[in-house]
C-alpha cells in the first residue's frame, strides 16, 4: 500500500509537469494565409501590406512565390529573408562580409555588410565571427562596435579545428537591444604571407553553435565556407509587442486565458495559461486543453478521465475506490465493506499526509547541504583556494579585505536588478549598491568563464590589495560563494574621463587647460606608483580614458586591473597573451608579446593626445590621414602644425610653449621602441613643470585662435559608439591596426 501510494504522487507530479510543457499553437487572422512555404506565419505577424493580417506595418512580412517549389519569406518589404517565427524570436539569414586577394596581394573581391531590423533587435544568443590568417574585422552599432582577429602563420597548416580561439577562427558576443550593425573585413598584409592556404577573409554574425570551425578547409576552400554560412548560419532576432513600451501596460492586448510577460528593455509577450492553448494575442484566446484526449493522460488514467479549465481528474469509477492514476489501483465497492472502506481512505489520507510531511522535510534538509556545498565548490571553482596561498605566499594584508556574503550583495544590489547597473566592461557588469551600513559602493560581477580566467580575477584582488593611492579606485572586499566572482569597490559617482571627453552633453565647460593638466597628472601619479613603489611593479595592461574615473570633486581614479600583471623584481619584462584596446595598445608589445612598463606609457600618452585634441584613438568616421590618432598626432608635432588639431578651448587658454611642450611629450610617449619612451615618474614631472608655467595673455592666444579649425568642427567630430574591445589569439601582429574605408556594398567572392 505504501509503495502504491509513493508512485501515486511522483506519477501526479510527472503529469502536472508534462502539462505545463504544452506550447500554444501559431494561429493566424482570419481569412488571413498562415505559410509560407515550409514557415509558419503566426499573428501578430500577418502576409502581405495593407491586408490587416498584421499587428502593424513592423509585423509585415512578405511571401515571394515567383519560385512555385521554393516559396520565400521576407521581413517587411526588405531582402531579409526569414526562415522561422517563434514565440519570441525569429530567425534570418545571413550574409558575410568578406575581403579576397591575389596572389601578390591585389584585392579581388571584397563586400561589406550592414543591416537595421528596429524595431526589432539581434539576440544575445548570436556570435560575431571572423576568419582568416590575416584579418581583423569591426562590427559597428548604435552606441556600440567591437572586433576580433583572425591570425596564422603559413607554416601553421592545423589551426584549432572546432574551436574558433583566434588561430584562424575568432569570435565575440553582442550587447543586448542592437537594432543594427555593420560589418567589414580587413587585412595586415594583405594575404600576402598566408596566400597559398588562405586567399581571403570573412565576417559574419550568427547563431551560437551554428557555425562549426573546420580548420584549414574553411581558411583554403572559401567559395564552399561562403555557400556554407549562407545555407546553415542564420541569425536570432528578438521581437516584442510595443516596444516604445516599458514592460506590461495596464491595457495588453493578451486575450483570455494568457497572460502577459513583460520584456527587458522594453514591450511584452503573451503567453497561453498552463493548460491551455492557441493565439493568446487573437480573439477567443488561449482555449482549454482537453487532456482526456491526450494518449500520454488517457495511458496513464485507470479510471474515469474528467477534463476541468486548465488541468483534469482521473477518479475511480462509482461503486469502487482507490488510486486511479495507478494500474489496478481502483478496488470494487462490497456493501458489507463499506464501512471499513470508509476507514481504509481515511487512513490512506493520513498515510499519504505524512509521506508527504517527511518528503518535503527530507528535500529541504538535501536542499540546504545543497546549497552548502555549492558555495564551497563556487568558492574553490572562483580562485578562493588559490587567493589564500598567494595571499600566504606574498604577504598580502587578508583582514584589510572583506568577505562579503551572497546574501549582502543581493539586498544590496535589488537581486541585480538591471536598473542598479551602471557599466559594462570586456570582464563584466557593475552594480551600484548600498551596504546595510547605508555607504554606496560598485560591485563587479565577472563574467562566467573557464578557470584560465578565474586567474585573472585572483590577479586584480592581489593586485589591488597592495594598491594604497588616492588616484587609484579602491578595493573593499570580495565575494566567491556565487558562480560568479564578485568584487566591491568604492563608488565613483562623476562617470568616466572618455565620457567627458567625447559625450558633449556631459559638459565640456569644466574640462578646462588647467583641469586637464590637473587630471593627466594625477593619472601619470597613479601609474608611476604602480610601476615603482608597490610590493611587486605592477603593469596595468588597459590604460585607456574609460578606465580612467571621475570622483565628486573630478579627481581622477584609475580602475579596471582585470587585464593587469605583477612583474617580477628580477625581471624588467614578461611574455603574455595579448590584451588591450584597440587605438590603446603599445605596438611593440602588440608584435612581441613583450610586455614593459614602457607599454602602460605608450597607453597613457594616447589618453594625453585624446585629452588634447578630444578626438578618439580610431575614428572610423574621420579622413584616412586622421583615422589614427597617434600617427595623425605624431606628424603634426614633426610638421609643426599640432595647433590644428587641439581642442580650440586649449588654444584660448595654453600658452604656445605650454601647448608644444605637451606634443613634444606625447610624441616621447609614442615611440615605437619601447627604449626611447619616457617613464612615468618622468611623465609626472613634466606634466608638472608644465602646468606651473603661466597662462599667456590675449595677445599671444590670439595668435592660435586665428587657424582654420572652429568650434563648431570640433562639436562635430566626436564618433557615436564606445571604444572597441579587440579579441587577440596570435603573436604574429602588425605594429598598426590600419583605418580603411567602411562602405558598404554587395559583391560574392570569385
Known amino acids: 500500500m505504501f509503495l502504491h501510494i509513493v508512485l501515486s504522487l511522483f506519477t501526479i507530479l510527472a503529469l502536472l509537469g508534462t502539462l505545463q510543457g504544452f506550447n500554444s499553437r501559431a494561429v493566424a487572422k482570419p481569412n488571413c494565409p498562415t505559410h509560407c512555404g515550409n514557415v509558419t506565419v503566426p499573428y501578430p505577424f500577418g502576409i502581405g501590406t495593407d491586408t490587416g493580417c498584421s499587428l502593424d506595418d513592423s509585423f509585415n512580412v512578405t511571401c515571394d512565390t515567383s519560385d512555385e517549389n521554393n516559396p520565400k519569406l521576407f521581413l517587411r518589404s526588405s531582402d531579409i529573408e526569414v526562415v522561422s517565427i517563434l514565440d519570441s524570436e525569429l530567425r534570418i539569414l545571413t550574409r558575410p562580409a568578406f575581403r579576397c586577394y591575389n596572389q601578390d596581394g591585389s584585392p579581388s573581391t571584397n563586400v561589406d555588410w550592414s543591416i537595421e531590423i528596429s524595431p526589432f533587435t539581434f539576440s544575445e544568443k548570436n556570435k560575431f565571427t571572423v576568419l582568416g590568417c590575416d584579418d581583423y574585422s569591426l562590427i559597428i552599432g548604435k552606441n556600440f562596435s567591437s572586433g576580433c582577429l583572425g591570425l596564422c602563420t603559413r607554416y601553421q597548416r592545423e589551426p584549432d579545428e572546432g574551436h574558433c580561439s583566434g588561430s584562424g577562427c575568432c569570435q565575440t558576443s553582442i550587447p543586448k537591444g542592437l537594432d543594427y550593425y555593420g560589418v567589414t573585413v580587413l587585412s595586415f598584409q594583405n594575404h600576402t604571407n598566408v596566400w597559398p592556404i588562405n586567399a581571403c577573409g570573412f565576417a559574419f554574425l550568427g547563431e551560437e553553435g551554428s557555425f562549426l570551425f573546420r580548420g584549414a578547409d574553411d581558411l583554403l576552400n572559401y567559395t564552399t565556407v561562403w555557400e556554407r554560412i549562407l545555407a546553415t548560419v542564420p541569425v536570432v532576432v528578438d521581437w516584442a509587442v510595443a516596444p516604445e513600451t516599458r514592460g506590461c501596460p495596464e491595457s495588453t492586448m493578451c486575450k483570455e486565458n494568457s497572460f502577459c510577460d513583460h520584456v ?365 590618432l597617434a600617427t595623425y598626432f605624431v606628424n603634426s608635432v614633426k610638421e609643426n602644425r599640432l595647433h590644428e588639431i587641439v581642442e580650440p578651448q586649449i588654444l584660448r587658454e595654453a600658452t604656445p610653449k605650454q601647448i608644444q611642450a605637451v606634443g613634444d611629450l606625447v610624441k616621447r610617449c609614442l615611440n615605437l621602441q619601447g627604449k626611447d619612451r619616457p617613464t612615468m615618474k618622468e611623465v609626472v614631472v613634466e606634466l608638472d613643470t608644465l602646468r606651473k608655467l603661466k597662462t599667456h595673455p590675449w595677445i599671444e592666444q590670439q595668435t592660435f585662435q586665428d587657424t582654420s579649425i572652429s568650434v563648431l568642427e570640433v562639436e562635430q567630430s566626436h564618433d557615436l559608439y564606445e571604444v572597441p574591445l579587440i579579441s587577440y589569439g596570435s603573436n604574429d601582429k602588425e605594429p598598426y591596426l590600419n583605418s580603411t574605408n567602411m562602405a558598404f556594398q554587395e559583391n560574392k567572392p570569385r
Open 264 to 628: 527587458d528593455g522594453g514591450g511584452y509577450h503573451c503567453i497561453c495559461n498552463s493548460g491551455y492553448e492557441g493565439n493568446p494575442y487573437l480573439d477567443p484566446g488561449c482555449q482549454d486543453i482537453n487532456e482526456c484526449e491526450d494518449p500520454i493522460v488517457t495511458n496513464s488514467c485507470h479510471g474515469d478521465c474528467l477534463n476541468t479549465p486548465g488541468s483534469y481528474n482521473c477518479t475511480c469509477p462509482k461503486g469502487s475506490f482507490g488510486n486511479a492514476y495507478i494500474e489496478n489501483g481502483c478496488q470494487r465497492l462490497n456493501q458489507a465493506k463499506s464501512s471499513s472502506s470508509t476507514v481504509l481512505i481515511i487512513v490512506t489520507v493520513f498515510c499519504l499526509l505524512a509521506i508527504l510531511a517527511i518528503i518535503l522535510a527530507i528535500y529541504y534538509g538535501i536542499r540546504r547541504k545543497k546549497l552548502m556545498e555549492l558555495r564551497e565548490k563556487f568558492f574553490e571553482q572562483n580562485g578562493g583556494v588559490l587567493l589564500k596561498q598567494k595571499i600566504k605566499s606574498q604577504g598580502s594584508h587578508h583582514e584589510a579585505m572583506t568577505l562579503f556574503s551572497i546574501e549582502q550583495l543581493r539586498k544590496a544590489t535589488n537581486n541585480y536588478s538591471e536598473q542598479n547597473i551602471i557599466g559594462r566592461g570586456g570582464y563584466g557588469v557593475v552594480y551600484k549598491g548600498v551596504l546595510s551600513n547605508n555607504r554606496v559602493v560598485a560591485i563587479k560581477k565577472s563574467k562566467l568563464v573557464d578557470g584560465s580566467q578565474a586567474e585573472q580575477f585572483i590577479n586584480e584582488v592581489l593586485i589591488l590589495t597592495q594598491v594604497i593611492h588616492r588616484n587609484v579606485v579602491n578595493l573593499l572586499g570580495c565575494c566567491l560563494e556565487e558562480e560568479i566572482p564578485i568584487l566591491v569597490y568604492e563608488f565613483i559617482s562623476n562617470d568616466t574621463l572618455y565620457h567627458h571627453i567625447h559625450s558633449r552633453m556631459g559638459g565640456m565647460s569644466w574640462l578646462s587647460w588647467e583641469n586637464r593638466l590637473r587630471i593627466a597628472i594625477e593619472a601619470a601619479g597613479a601609474l608611476a606608483y604602480l610601476h615603482s613603489e608597490t610590493i611587486m611593479p605592477i603593469i596595468h595592461r588597459d590604460v585607456k580614458s574609460a578606465n580612467i574615473l571621475l570622483d565628486d570633486n573630478y579627481t581622477a581614479k584609475i580602475a579596471d586591473f582585470g587585464a593587469s600583471r605583477l612583474v617580477p623584481l628580477d625581471h624588467e619584462q614578461v611574455t603574455t597573451l595579448i590584451q588591450g584596446t584597440l587605438g590603446y595598445l603599445d605596438p611593440e608589445y602588440f608584435n612581441t608579446s613583450q610586455l614593459t612598463d614602457k607599454s602602460d606609457v605608450y597607453s597613457f600618452g594616447m589618453v594625453l593626445a585624446e585629452l588634447v585634441t578630444g578626438k578618439k584613438p580610431i575614428g572610423v568616421d574621420r579622413s584616412n590621414v586622421e583615422k589614427n
